[in-house]
């Protein structure tokens, strides 16, 4: 019985082993955490080096407009208009951005007034019954970020049906429940702006790793995708080594970020991570590895070699220790206060009959000319880089 | 080793004194010396695939990795071997992680921002042991409804914001120790979370195998009722236990905050079962009454290593949870067999 036993472990033990070993061979089709649906990269970069001064999306049919319109709303054309903005909630570094963006395009334009009021937790009940009080109140606009898309669609039409303008920034809803939604960034152009940033510090003949979330999260598929679609296009002299999960775990994800640097040695040049778990993470493995490229740390700096660079999506608080060290140099977000800037000026046009249906482009103020995409939907432009220069400037 | 063969030390020591070689097997095929052997055979094997799997640096990290999970997977074990079971765990490292943290960057001495979590582990482990012991709430209860209370709770206090400008020397660990030579051998800088891992772990199965309380631990899993009839207070027994679980889940969470620049104020996802799962593929028998720490020290270290291994040959990890989901099986059936080995044998 006891032989049997051991003899039984030993085999289950050799075939897990053995499994495990010959799995290399069968997975020519390696996972790269990216999905299957078509790509649309976005132009390289200008031939100098430059970044191209416009991200003109190519040239594709234009989907119709799609959105909603106020029914009968009183034409306040270039007069006062007292606003509301309804975020998900109130009381987070992130909101507090989008509503001191707010504050400065109104500031700029003279004649919008606009108050934030939301729930103090992210619930849907709460956020419609705010809009529901405001609706009765009489505003002559509702700015929105939607705590769910659906749930939040009836309350929103009742406004336009009031006369009130509706337009969504950072959560969209149903598109017919607003008139326009403000995108902060597209899949494409967070790609482009992830991909430039680790060309501008491995050069466009490096090898990466990706540390990504997991393999079900359709957002991080959706940017692999379009990360390794623009960087076929542009920079076909880069190596992807290979992606490897982490969870939403930052222990997990500094464990497989070391992996993968013990694993490649001097043969990795740069991690992308794709989460604000993952990004903190693998600069830290990259930190205690001491293979930062300028390492205050330490004395003995590595050679550039050795040295990895970590390019990332996440939020700034997440990243200050590793940018104010040096050892990362970029990362990738939107801006929150020029998201809220640009939707008081969306808002504002209109209002002022400017910005309807059927039009391409609309101004806003500082940020230049935004482009209008997928129907009724203003692309804020292309994502926002921090740096050691201005991420103290933030704070969600 | 021969704990997991002989789970209730007053039965008679039959066969120690008998057959040598049935002596040998029952070491050999202890769960602890299996995993060992799947240890080392995985280390040798991916090892000579890519060197580097066990250059100095990874294999440090394979150790290093799952030090804290081996730490409070001692604390499981003395739950489990009792018969009750943790899952709040998890959700218990979040809350005393970002204590630790919080007191750090207010200002506490750092030896408080690193006790103050123990000892409210060891509070939280009190109540849970006080509803288990003395209410006869089940465990799995208990645990369940502090679970969500934990996880909710923290959410709501930290509203998700990450603890970040920790002072220096916070870190523990980070730590190292010092690399040195002797005798011509260099021995490497040690992170200290694998020290702390071996000591508790050593300290742990010592009392658990020679002190009248951790013997009474697996007397009370084993049989509840023969343990009472023989003066044991079940009551007592497992009020230290789950205080002891609170103190390894605190020290766990001293490590875990510790480790990274940045303390993730969120409750890491599945990190209980990760607690389990080392100590179930470490031989800790989900019925009670058998297990050893040493072997959910193995298991901690072998899923680290069966995860780094993952990366290094080129598998999709898609697979880590299912090996991980053989070893549990292949674990658990180990666990049935022996059982039934040892009821013939003892039924006769």
């Known amino acids: ?396 | 080793m021969t704990a997991t063969a002989k789970p209730v030390p007053t039965p008679a020591r039959r066969d120690d004194t008998g057959n040598f070689v049935s002596r040998l097997i029952s070491i050999v095929s202890s769960q602890e010396i299996i995993l060992l052997f799947v240890l080392i055979a995985l280390l040798a094997s991916v090892g000579s695939a890519n060197p580097r799997y066990v250059a100095e640096r990874n294999f440090i990290n394979i150790f290093n990795g799952n030090a804290y999970i081996a730490v409070a997977a001692i604390g499981m074990t003395m739950v489990i071997i009792s018969r009750n079971i943790d899952i709040s765990v998890g959700s218990l490292i979040g809350v005393l992680g970002t204590i630790s943290g919080t007191l750090a960057i207010n200002g506490s001495p750092i030896w408080v921002s690193w006790l103050v979590p123990i000892l409210v582990g060891a509070l939280v482990g009190a109540a849970i042991g006080f509803m288990v012991a003395y209410l006869r709430i089940p465990s799995i209860v208990v645990t369940l409804g502090l679970l969500s209370i934990l996880k909710g709770g923290l959410i709501t206090v930290t509203s998700g914001e990450w603890i970040t400008d920790l002072p220096e020397g916070f870190f523990l660990a980070q730590m190292k120790t010092p690399a040195f030579s002797i005798l011509g051998l260099s021995i490497p800088a040690i992170p200290s979370p694998i020290i702390i891992m071996f000591v508790l772990t050593l300290i742990a199965v010592l009392w658990m195998r020679y002190s009248q309380t951790g013997r009474a631990i697996y007397a009370v899993g084993g049989n509840a009722e023969a343990a009472r009839l023989s003066g044991i207070s079940e009551k007592r027994i497992l009020m230290t236990v789950f205080i002891l679980n609170g103190v390894f889940v605190g020290i766990a969470a001293v490590l875990w905050a510790t480790q990274l620049s940045i303390i993730q104020s969120t409750v890491p996802p599945g990190l209980e079962l990760q607690i389990i799962t080392a100590a179930v593929v470490g031989g800790v028998s989900i019925l009670g009454g058998v297990g050893t720490a040493f072997g959910a020290m193995i298991a901690a270290i072998l899923l680290s290593a069966i995860n780094s291994a993952l990366v290094f040959i080129d598998i999709s990890p898609y697979w880590f949870r299912a090996v991980v989901g053989i070893l549990i099986l292949v674990t658990v059936l180990a666990d049935m067999l022996r059982r039934r080995r040892t009821a013939a044998a003892s039924g006769d």
Request: negative net charge; aromatic residues 8%.
């Open chain 1, 1 to 396: 019985m006891r032989k049997t036993l051991l003899v039984g472990l030993l085999l289950t033990t050799v075939l897990v082993l053995g499994f495990a070993l010959a799995m290399p061979a069968a997975a020519q089709d390696r996972w790269d955490g990216a999905d299957d649906l078509p790509v649309s990269p976005l132009e390289c970069p200008a031939m100098d080096g430059e970044m191209a001064a416009t991200d003109e999306p190519a040239a594709m049919e234009a989907p119709e407009y799609d959105g909603g319109q106020a029914v009968n709303a009183p034409d306040l054309a270039g007069q006062d208009i007292v606003l509301v903005d309804v975020p998900k909630l109130v009381g987070i570094g992130y909101f507090a951005a989008t509503t001191l963006g707010e504050q400065q395009a109104a500031e700029e334009l003279g004649n919008v007034t606009v108050t934030t009021d939301a729930p103090t937790e992210a619930n849907i009940d709460d956020q419609i019954a705010v809009i529901d009080n405001y609706i009765t109140q009489g505003v002559n606009g509702i700015l929105f970020a939607a705590n769910d898309p659906v749930a939040i669609a009836p309350v929103l039409r009742r406004a336009l049906e009031a006369g009130i303008h509706v337009v969504g920034y950072d959560a969209n809803s149903e598109p017919d429940a607003r008139e326009w939604f403000v995108n902060q960034a597209e899949f494409n152009g967070i790609a482009k702006a992830m991909v430039d940033s680790m060309v501008a510090e491995i050069g466009d003949a490096g090898s990466f790793a990706i540390v990504t979330s997991t393999f079900t999260t359709p957002n991080q598929a959706r940017w692999i995708a379009e990360m390794q679609a623009y960087q076929e296009k542009c920079y076909p002299g880069m190596t992807w080594l290979e992606t490897v999960e982490a969870q939403e775990d930052n222990q997990l994800s500094f464990n497989q970020a070391t992996t993968l640097l013990n694993k490649y040695g001097p043969d990795v040049d740069g991690l992308f991570a794709m989460t604000s778990v993952a990004t903190p993470a693998a600069a830290e493995a990259v930190t205690q590895a001491g293979l930062c490229s300028v390492d205050s740390a330490s004395a003995a700096a590595p050679s550039a070699e050795e040295a990895v660079a970590v390019v990332g999506l996440a939020t700034p608080n997440a990243m200050k220790p590793y940018v104010n060290d040096s050892c990362v140099k970029s990362v990738v977000l939107w801006n929150p206060i020029d998201l809220g800037y640009a939707a008081v000026y969306v808002m504002r046009a209109v209002v002022d009959g400017e910005f309807g249906p059927g039009d391409t482009t609309v101004e806003a103020g500082r940020l230049g000319t935004l482009t209008v995409v997928n129907g009724s939907e203003v692309l804020l432009g292309p994502p926002f880089i921090y740096t050691a220069e201005n991420i103290n400037d933030f704070d969600f």
